[in-house]
Every structure is written in structure tokens, then in C-alpha cells.
């Protein structure tokens, strides 16, 4: 990608955007950048034509070879490549000069993973630069990773190394949930409000008394539930001056085009011991949030228009036990209109009784069930 126009002015800024150029802040270099501007367009036009290719258009699924238990990230780098909108967010990025720069850009080595998968005509490849590029940022290879867990890490990679302003607002709009949480005093009433912002939902899967829930409906009732905080979280009201336990809401302001939720399927028992919560637990594909929460729960912002219909869009699942599993990826191709099952290098098409499947079933210890469930805004606008 004119790496070698590079290496003689390292000044310079490679931007992919729909068209692309090559522009110089040194006035002496202007004669040059004329005389050669055609045909370093030229040139990178081919190159962006391969690139901008949008993941889900390409003939059949490519798959990702394990390189070393990285199972866990094969998966996550299926559900954000099949994702549209965010391939328009990386196909747009500034692309660093320098050599050193791009082997540590995450998002730079996912765009170049993407390309190679589109060009390959094999049914997969290595994503060996990239887990080069991570372990830069110490993900390494041969470590069983928890998904949620390089959810996050992987998203705020990528978000911290986009440079422009404008495409790292989208991803944040893309991807972010954001939350008002209510604090009220049991004493006195008094009422404090904090916005937070959450990548994902964390959903329980048994409430207070420890029953299971059937469906992920219920998940998502108990966690916008007012909680009656513990002795532990007592704390002195500004107003009455009492230390008294709070009420604990939250409700909705907004939620994004895509958005994840987290099935909680480990659990750390008092001995420091991790177990795995294999108890069978329903998801639709379509859900309404306006349907689901109260309106004191869902109160988004007039601005956003946000009507809270979803499709479901990706499936990551685990089979196996907390010390020791696998992780696929059950993800819809937006323009086939299909489901695929990623597991690693193997990729074939799949249906939604398959899916199913990853509910998961208390009496099977090594059964695979959903980890991760991600949700896209239905009829969602292009970026």
C-alpha cells in the first residue's frame, strides 16, 4: 500500500476511504506529489477495491486456521468481519507509514486479515500477523481465553488505534449501551442518577433464590430489576446524613446497532473454584425492548429514534468446561440471508434448529452452549 513511497517521506498520511490519496505537508514535495499523484491513485485504487469489499459479499464463507488455542479468537474476528458496518469503519482508517507502526496497528492487521480472506481462494487462512500484532499488546497465543473477556480487549484496541476522531465516534455509537443507574436513599428518598456505559449486558442466569431462568426475556427482566443493596453497600445520604442501604435502578437511554449481550455461564464458588452453568437457557431470534421493559426501564432519547427491535445476528458458543473448551461462532450473512457455523478453519452452513442447540442442557457437562448473543438493530441505517 505505496510502502514504498513511504520509506522515503515519512510524513505522509495513507488514508482508505472510498477514494484514497496520498497527501504531503511539505511544501517541497508538492512538485513531486503532482508529477506522481496519478499514479499512486492508480495504484491504490486496486488495492482498496480488494479491500472494501464487504466481508458478507464474498462467495462462500473463509475460515481461520487455529494457530494455537485461539479458538476463542477466531470467533470473535468471524462475528465483527460478517459485520457490514463495522468493515466500513475499518476500510476507512488511517494507515500508518511506518513499518513498525502497522505490524502494532490492530485495526490496520485486521483490515489486511479481511482482505486476505477475501482474495483467498482457499477455504481458509492464517491470521498469524494479526495474533503477531496482539501479542504486541500481550494477547498471546497457547492461553485459553474467556470471550467476553477479549471482547472487550480486542474492541478497545482497535478503538484506542483508530487516529480519526469521526470513525472511532462511530464505533463507540455502533457498539456502546448507555445506562442511567438510580440511587435511592431508604431513609430519606433522596435520589442521586449515574450514567454509565457498557460494552455489553451481563445477564445472570438464576435470580435471588437461585431458580433458573428459562428464557433470556427473564435475564433481562432481572437485571433492569430495582436491587436492594447489601449492608456491605450501606452509605452516609448527603441529605439525611444516615448510612443507611440504597435502591439500586436502571433503565435505558440508549442501546446500539449492535448489541451484545453476556450470558454468564462461569461462576467462582467461595474455594476459588470456577464451574460452568450449563443450564438450558431459550433465545429468540427478534426482541423487542419496548415489549420486554417497563417504560420507567426503556426511556430512550427522543433524538435517537431508537424503536429497540433487534435481529438476532451472532452466536458465540462454548462447548467443554471452565478449565478446558472450545469456542465457534453462529453468525447470519446479511446478504445470503443464512447461517454459518465458524469453527476455526471448518465452515458450513447451518440452520436455526442448529442454533438452538447452544441453549445448552444441565445434564450434558461437556455441551456447548451460547456464551455471547449479539443482537442487530433491526432495519438499521447504513454509517
Known amino acids: 500500500m505505496g510502502q514504498n513511497f513511504a520509506r522515503r517521506k515519512r510524513n505522509k498520511t495513507l488514508k482508505l476511504d ?25 495504484k491504490c485504487n486496486k488495492k482498496l477495491k480488494a479491500i472494501c469489499g464487504l466481508a458478507d459479499l464474498r462467495n462462500g ?25 463495522f468493515t466500513m469503519i475499518l476500510r476507512r482508517i488511517k494507515v500508518p507509514f511506518d513499518v513498525d507502526e502497522q505490524k502494532a496497528s490492530v485495526p490496520y492487521q485486521m483490515l489486511l486479515l479481511l482482505e486476505q480472506m477475501q482474495q483467498s481462494k482457499q477455504k481458509s487462512v492464517h491470521p498469524m500477523s494479526l495474533a503477531q ?56 428518598s433522596c435520589e442521586t442518577k449515574k450514567d454509565s456505559n457498557l460494552l455489553m449486558l451481563p445477564l445472570h442466569l438464576f435470580d435471588f433464590d437461585s431458580r433458573a431462568f428459562k428464557k433470556l426475556e427473564d435475564a433481562l427482566h432481572y437485571f433492569f430489576e430495582s436491587e436492594q443493596m447489601t449492608e456491605e453497600s450501606t452509605f452516609r445520604c448527603k441529605q439525611c446524613n444516615q ?19 453476556h450470558l ?50 451472532a452466536v458465540v458458543a462454548h462447548a467443554g468446561s471452565a478449565d478446558f473448551g472450545h469456542y465457534c461462532a453462529y453468525v447470519w450473512s446479511l446478504t445470503e440471508h443464512k447461517w454459518y457455523c465458524f469453527n476455526d478453519s471448518s465452515v458450513c452452513q447451518v440452520f436455526w434448529d442448529d442454533i438452538k442447540c447452544t ?25
Open 18 to 42: 472510498e477514494y484514497q490519496t496520498v497527501s504531503a505537508e511539505d511544501e517541497e514535495a508538492e512538485e513531486e506529489k503532482e508529477e506522481r499523484k496519478e499514479d499512486i491513485v492508480e
Open 133 to 188: 500484532c496482539l501479542s504486541r499488546h500481550n494477547v498471546k497465543l497457547f492461553v485459553l481465553y474467556d470471550a467476553a473477556e477479549l471482547f472487550l480487549i480486542l474492541w478497545n484496541l482497535i478503538k484506542d488505534q483508530i487516529t480519526s476522531p469521526d470513525l472511532a465516534e462511530s464505533l463507540t455509537h455502533q457498539y456502546t449501551i448507555r445506562l442511567k443507574e438510580h440511587l435511592t436513599c431508604q431513609g430519606c
Open 359 to 383: 441453549y445448552g442442557r444441565a445434564s450434558l457437562r461437556w455441551g456447548e452452549t451460547a456464551y455471547l448473543l449479539v443482537y442487530m438493530k433491526k432495519n438499521c441505517k447504513e454509517l
Open 243 to 261: 448510612k443507611v442501604p440504597r435502591l439500586r435502578g436502571m433503565k435505558v437511554t440508549y442501546l446500539p446497532q449492535m448489541l451484545t449481550l
Open 61 to 85: 464463507a473463509v475460515g481461520l486456521y487455529n494457530i494455537g488455542l485461539n479458538c476463542c479468537l477466531n470467533s470473535l474476528l468471524q462475528v465483527f468481519f460478517m459485520n457490514r458496518y
Open 264 to 313: 454468564k455461564r462461569f461462576h467462582s464458588s467461595e474455594r476459588h473454584r470456577t464451574r460452568k452453568i450449563n443450564n438450558p437457557l431459550s433465545f429468540p431470534q427478534s426482541l423487542d425492548f419496548s415489549q420486554i421493559l417497563t417504560p420507567e426501564q426503556y426511556c430512550p432519547d427522543i433524538q435517537e429514534k431508537d424503536d429497540g427491535v433487534y435481529d438476532l445476528f
